[in-house]
């Protein structure tokens, strides 16, 4: 079923069943243009070598304390031998998000293939 909310914003309330049909309906509830930037970032990131192969090496919570450093603007959190660059805030916001999502798929992968707990 889809609504809206007091700012007029339309949003599933019960999502259809399969992947595609969520993640259109997860689209209209953050906005496409902010959806389609943290992907398009993501993207951007797996092109300059940080793919799954490089992204399973992290694991020690080295992708989760990039995003808090980007999000935080300190260069101190940043884990790794590069410099961390300066961003204004909306920027901040969509590259830490992306990196989120490559730590969640870092995350599923060592599930997928173990049965511990990460």
Known sequence: MTTKNSD?????????????????????????QAFTQVHTERNRQVEE????????????GQ???????????????????????VRERREQCKVAAALLIAEMERIDRVR???SKAV
């Open 8 to 32: 007029g914003c339309k949003f599933e309330i019960a999502g259809p069943s399969n992947d595609q049909k969520n993640a259109a309906a997860f689209t209209v509830f953050i906005g496409p």
């Open 49 to 60: 070598g940080c793919d799954k192969k490089h992204d399973d090496t992290l694991t020690e």
């Open 63 to 85: 992708l989760h304390t990039a995003a808090m450093a980007v999000l935080a603007n300190d260069p101190k959190l940043w884990p790794f031998q590069s410099q961390m660059k």
């Open 112 to 114: 997928a293939s173990s």
